[in-house]
Nanobody
Framework: QAQLVESGGGSVQAGGSLRLSCAAS???????????MGWFRQAPGKEREGVAV????????HYADSVNGRFTISQDNAKNTVYLEMNSLKPEDTAMYYC????????????????????????WGQGTQVTVSS
């Protein structure tokens, strides 16, 4: 069983930046290691949507169109942590941001498919709030 803990949320003005962190623990390497992690967000009254995902075995990533060019997902294997660097934030980025993860036996052919289907992610954190004011 894996545990995910997010941090780094907060309140910023439009145009500002934040960096979210997701620290993973509770799993071992080899058979059980997590190799796919992502960030999802949910605003009040809206469905949960994918923001960015990363296949940690080769660092390939995929972004939602709404954040492409503004957000960057990255990993630090030594710290078992995935980051989401968010720049040029907009009020519409306001949401609860969740980290999620799962394990693949081999690299998926379409990372974006999983970005659009958060229900297939096995492990979830508790979320961190991001609020962007205009």
């Amino acid at each position: 069983q894996a545990q995910l803990v997010e941090s780094g949320g907060g309140s910023v003005q439009a145009g500002g930046s934040l960096r979210l962190s997701c620290a993973a623990s509770g799993y071992t390497t080899n058979i059980n290691h997590i190799n796919f992690m992502g960030w999802f967000r949910q605003a009040p009254g809206k469905e949960r949507e994918g923001v960015a995902v990363i296949y940690t075995d080769d660092s390939s990533s995929h972004y939602a169109d709404s954040v492409n060019g503004r957000f960057t997902i990255s990993q630090d294997n030594a710290k078992n942590t995935v980051y989401l660097e968010m720049n040029s934030l907009k009020p519409e980025d306001t949401a609860m941001y969740y980290c999620a993860a799962r394990r693949f036996l081999s690299k998926p052919t379409d990372l974006g498919w999983y970005l659009r289907r958060p229900q297939v992610l096995a492990y979830w954190g508790q979320g961190t709030q991001v609020t962007v004011s205009s």
